[in-house]
């Protein structure tokens, strides 16, 4: 069960006197945006009055972005859909104070995602602009433990499923830390190169050493990666046993 939490503190402070989770729905909003370093303080002031526990992972974060393989084609694809939105629901339907009408929409999606250093209220870009922006968001409220996506339609609906598909595939891993140790094998294997090669070498060696077949086959490799290093296509000796891509090339 959780509590509705926007600008006030009311939501915060009924989800402290019950214990439950928290659901901030206005962080799509600048405002909404900036009270939430503070909104968690209400929670738990509200918990300890009425002699009960809030955990910040109970804590949903609403979140909208439009994610593309690159941050042009993120923009291309939203910023029509954005400013329909903006205009005709934010500001015509809605009435949201504070909302007014904006003919360039260029200019709006600049005041969404954040001009120069400022904070944006959506990410329309690439994984690692959400990945980044996430993190962001944890360290100034404090930490939550749930990121909500916005439902919005401003792109068309195989731009707007690619989106989803992307922060399923690159953002949750990242965030959730699956990629941690994959990352850490990669480091280790830069850092540790030179010695780990050298072995792999030697263990080859060891095998091909004394085994007539097995030192042909290695001068073969051996004058094919020589071949290649000149920038030209290999081509076996005359005489030399057939590969399947030679096979393949008749």
Same mark, same amino acid.
């Given at each position: 069960?959780?509590?509705?939490?926007?600008?006030?503190?009311?939501?915060? @402070?009924?989800?402290?006197? =019950?214990?439950?989770?928290? /659901? !901030?729905?206005?962080?799509?909003?600048?405002?909404?945006?900036?009270?939430?370093?503070? @909104?968690?303080?209400?929670?738990?002031?509200?918990?300890?009055?009425?002699?009960?526990?809030?955990?910040?992972?109970?804590?949903?974060?609403?979140?909208?972005?439009?994610?593309?393989?690159?941050?042009? @084609?993120?923009?291309?694809?939203?910023?029509?859909?954005? @400013?329909?939105?903006?205009?005709?629901?934010?500001?015509?339907? /809605?009435?949201?104070?504070?909302?007014?009408?904006?003919?360039?929409?260029?200019? /709006?999606?600049?005041?969404?995602?954040?001009?120069?250093?400022?904070?944006?209220? !959506?990410?329309?870009?690439?994984?690692?602009?959400?990945?980044?922006?996430?993190?962001?968001?944890?360290?100034?409220?404090?930490?939550?433990?749930?990121?909500?996506?916005?439902?919005?339609?401003?792109?068309?609906?195989?731009?707007?499923?690619?989106?989803?598909?992307?922060?399923?595939? =690159?953002?949750?891993?990242?965030?959730?830390? =699956?990629?941690?140790?994959?990352?850490?094998?990669?480091?280790? /294997?830069?850092?540790?190169?030179?010695?780990?090669?050298?072995?792999?070498?030697?263990?080859?060696?060891?095998?091909?050493?004394?085994?007539?077949?097995?030192?042909?086959?290695?001068?073969?490799?051996?004058?094919?990666?020589?071949?290649?290093?000149?920038? !030209?296509?290999?081509?076996?000796?005359?005489?030399?046993?057939?590969?399947?891509?030679?096979?393949?090339?008749?």
């Amino acid at each position: 069960m959780a509590a509705a939490s926007s600008l006030s503190p009311s939501g915060m @402070q009924l989800a402290g006197k =019950y214990g439950m989770g928290v /659901l !901030s729905i206005a962080s799509t909003s600048q405002e909404g945006l900036q009270a939430l370093p503070t @909104q968690w303080s209400f929670a738990e002031e509200a918990a300890s009055k009425h002699d009960q526990k809030v955990d910040r992972r109970n804590w949903r974060v609403v979140m909208a972005w439009h994610l593309a393989e690159s941050k042009k @084609q993120a923009e291309q694809e939203a910023v029509d859909g954005l @400013q329909h939105w903006h205009n005709e629901y934010n500001v015509r339907v /809605l009435g949201r104070p504070g909302s007014i009408h904006v003919a360039d929409k260029w200019e /709006l999606l600049a005041r969404v995602t954040g001009i120069g250093n400022a904070v944006g209220t !959506s990410v329309i870009g690439t994984p690692d602009e959400m990945v980044k922006t996430i993190r962001a968001l944890q360290e100034v409220t404090g930490g939550f433990g749930v990121v909500l996506g916005f439902a919005h339609d401003w792109a068309n609906h195989e731009a707007t499923l690619r989106s989803w598909d992307l922060f399923a595939r =690159y953002v949750i891993p990242e965030i959730n830390g =699956y990629t941690r140790n994959l990352k850490a094998s990669a480091e280790y /294997l830069a850092a540790n190169k030179v010695e780990l090669m050298a072995g792999l070498n030697a263990a080859i060696m060891a095998k091909v050493q004394g085994n007539k077949v097995a030192e042909a086959a290695m001068a073969v490799t051996r004058q094919r990666m020589a071949t290649q290093a000149q920038g !030209s296509s290999w081509r076996a000796e005359p005489g030399a046993p057939a590969t399947d891509a030679d096979k393949g090339e008749k």
